[in-house]
């Protein structure tokens, strides 16, 4: 029973991580023009670690114990500057998933479709030196699936069902700009919250449980580069500092 609770837990951890999509931040200023519009193609690595868990199943405790999940991110971004300073901006993607306990591959799960909706602002600006403030969230639809084992000679299934999962970013941006370069960095949180319910079946019974996942630590800080091919075309390149390390880059077009 304990190697299968085990795969269940994992299975369940996995559905769960997909949801934490951060994604680059990006730079204080627009990527679109003012009263205009941008595109990009960007990429995210994501190196996150957890908190442990605590599953109730029919008054026995099922702890996780604590585990790190590693993200391929590839996504379509599109931003509209209504104003000066102000940009807001959408991104589709899809994104696969490797869960690691102890630093041992145990589990991948493939890609998996994401959106992601962001706002910023700039509150000072001296065309040199400027700050702000930004709100980025992600959401995805409810996840189903299930798994099943023998114990003992006995058939065990266990269904599992992640509902209103979300993550939700907030920070400030300071940057720097000279002749179209542009160095900036600043610190977030992130909340992100789902709630797991789980049903295990044997003999003809069925136990239930759940429980809320959360990041091991929500803060964090970022810093990154945008560089300016032409006036239109840039390639922003950014790292996100927390318990571990991720980091990604975006093209961008301006029209």
Do not use: C, H
Not at 58 to 71: C, H, I, M, N, W
Not at 98 to 113: A, E, G, N, R, W
Not at 140 to 169: H, Q
């Amino acid at each position: 029973m304990k190697k299968l609770t085990g795969i269940i837990v994992t299975l369940i951890f996995i559905v769960f991580a997909t949801s934490v999509y951060a994604g680059q931040f990006g730079p204080l200023e627009p990527y679109a023009k003012e009263g205009s519009f941008s595109f990009g193609v960007g990429y995210f690595y994501e190196d996150t670690k957890w908190d442990s868990a605590t599953f109730r199943i029919a008054g026995v405790s099922l702890d996780t114990g604590k585990f790190r999940t590693e993200s391929n991110q590839m996504y379509l971004q599109g931003s509209y500057a209504p104003t000066k300073g102000w940009e807001v901006y959408g991104r589709l993607g899809a994104a696969d998933m490797k869960l690691k306990i102890d630093d041992t591959d145990d589990l991948k799960d493939s890609q998996k479709f994401f959106g992601t909706l962001g706002i910023k602002s700039t509150l000072y600006d001296n065309k040199t030196f400027s700050w702000g403030p930004f709100l980025q969230g992600t959401y995805r639809s409810n996840y189903k699936d299930s798994v099943s084992a023998t114990v003992l000679g006995v058939p065990v299934k266990a269904d599992f069902e992640f509902k209103n999962y979300y993550d939700i970013n907030a920070g400030f941006t300071g940057q720097v700009k000279v002749n179209d370069f542009i160095i900036y960095g600043g610190g977030f949180y992130t909340y992100a919250n789902a709630k797991a319910e789980i049903t295990m079946s044997l003999l003809g019974v069925s136990l239930s449980g759940s429980d809320t996942i959360k990041v091991k630590n929500p803060v964090g800080g970022f810093l990154g580069f945008s560089i300016p091919f032409t006036k239109e075309l840039k390639f922003n390149i950014e790292g996100q500092f927390k318990d571990r390390v991720s980091a990604g880059g975006i093209l961008t077009y301006s029209f």
